[in-house]
Nanobody
Framework: QVQLVESGGGLVQAGGSLRVSCAASGSIFRLNAMGWYRQAPGNQRELVAGSTSGGITNYADSVKGRFTISRDNAKNTVYLQMNSLKPEDTAVYYC???????????????WGQGTQVTVSS
């Protein structure tokens, strides 16, 4: 199986920065897109940013110009640099990876356990 482990969340003041990381491990055959969703209390989970293995990225409109996604394919790791944070960015951030584990004929989406990001005003 493929495991995703996030790190780097925490508490920051509005206007500050945080970087969260997500490392994939286990029986990885190939990973395609990797990225981040977030979920605030009472809200649905929403896509924040994604990156293909070739470096094509997409962002939610609400974070464009403030967040940057990057990845290290050799380390199966994806990062999210978050700048100019706002209180409305407060949420649990979940890493995802689309790809193949031990069953190379069955692609699926893998999820991390989530990391809390809290932005105080």
């Amino acid at each position: 199986q493929v495991q995703l482990v996030e790190s780097g969340g925490g508490l920051v003041q509005a206007g500050g920065s945080l970087r969260v990381s997500c490392a994939a491990s286990g029986s990885i055959f190939r990973l395609n897109a990797m990225g981040w969703y977030r979920q605030a209390p009472g809200n649905q989970r929403e896509l924040v940013a994604g990156s293909t293995s070739g470096g094509i990225t997409n962002y939610a409109d609400s974070v464009k110009g403030r967040f940057t996604i990057s990845r290290d394919n050799a380390k199966n790791t994806v990062y999210l640099q978050m700048n100019s944070l706002k209180p409305e960015d407060t949420a649990v951030y979940y890493c995802y990876a689309d790809g193949y584990g031990t069953d190379v004929f069955a692609p699926r989406r893998y999820w991390g356990q989530g990391t809390q990001v809290t932005v105080s005003s």
